[in-house]
């Protein structure tokens, strides 16, 4: 088994809903995260063919903590993998190796931000030197 290749798809900027998508050979599969404002966050996952029509499609709703009735389980399934294509597409575990890392280095934490060109340019400065000091893969 390999890395599955999940890539955002752009929404409009005033949609409540973020999207991704895997390509296989002759069909697709998109995961979609969607909250509405006054109904249930909702998660989908369709199953398309390879000219986009969807030929199954997986749906929850986020269950109501004061329900008494107990949820199916399909809302857990369906956001525990949201959560692990999430996680994958936005680099989350980069993202956390840095905050630990930064926990466990002595000295101060953080930096002062940089604005406009200066922050391009050291960005620049920063690479080259990573790249000198072999510290690129």
Known sequence: MGEVKWTRVPTRDDSRETKYVVLLPNSRL?????????????ISLDLLSGDGVT???????????DAEIVPDG????????????????????????DVEKSLTTPGPIGREPVRGLAQTINHVVGIAHAATQGELA
Do not use: Q
């Open 30 to 42: 998109a995961i979609r995260y969607a909250v509405p404002r006054a109904e249930p966050d909702r």
């Open 55 to 65: 030929v199954e499609s997986w749906n929850a709703e986020e269950p109501d903590e």
């Open 74 to 97: 399909d809302w857990s399934c369906l956001y525990g993998l949201y959560s692990e294509v999430h996680r994958f597409v936005t680099g989350w575990d980069k993202v956390m190796d």
